[in-house]
């Protein structure tokens, strides 16, 4: 079993690792980094990550399980930290191992969409407004009478 | 000890902490305990900034997800709110 919520630093090396088993061929891992998205408050540079922590460690547990008995899989990994993470951090990882890539890939694809849609965990944006550069007035004067 | 007796410990997440401004609520009932929906209309008419989050949100009695709004809520229990989710 490994499901694992977080403020540590997730390694993709470490979930390989978790999901080693014999017989198991296929592993598909995904892993999820913060991204500078430009909104109406500007520009992220952080994400802040808040869980409930007992019904999420719970609803992580039973989609292990879906995912074991759907897809055959013998090995999961469904990681995500909390905390406030940094433009570039991973924020989560999730991986399957199976015998083959097909199931594999079936697995992995279930475990994020679960993981995004049901597990109590939030983010809220830090953002910081972008200034504009502001133009030269004689540039500004050339292109209004070209 | 006396005090959380009389009340509800209401948790807050997200959307619905940041309305308030805070991740916890003492609410006080009665000895017989209220009513899930009733617990929520009263939060609502109590703080109209949480109207919004209330209306989207799930909630979760003891750290179990709550399918039954008519559910008792006694002294002494845990009421959170959940937001949508947006792990990931």
Known sequence: ?146 | MTRRRSRVVILLFASAREALGRRTLDWPVSPDGVRADALVRALARTYPRLGLALRASRFVHNGEYLHDLSTPIRPGDEFAVHPPYGGG
């Open chain 1, 1 to 146: 079993m490994s499901v694992r919520l977080t403020d540590r630093t997730l390694s993709v090396a470490g979930a390989m690792r978790a999901l080693e088993g014999p017989g198991l061929g296929g592993v598909v891992v995904f892993a999820g980094r913060v991204r500078p998205d430009r909104g109406r408050a500007g520009r992220v540079f952080a994400l802040d990550y808040e869980t409930h922590r007992a019904p999420a460690l719970r609803r992580l547990a039973a989609i292990e399980r879906d995912a074991r008995a759907r897809f055959g899989a013998g090995r999961v990994v469904l990681w995500h930290r909390v905390g406030r993470l940094k433009v570039g951090e991973v924020s989560v990882v999730v991986g399957a191992a199976c015998a083959h890539r097909a199931a594999a890939f079936d697995a992995a694809r279930f475990l994020i969409d679960e993981l995004k849609a049901s597990v109590p965990i939030w983010k809220t944006e830090r953002a910081r407004p972008v200034r504009r550069p502001r133009r030269r007035p004689g540039r500004a004067r050339a292109r209004s009478t070209g």
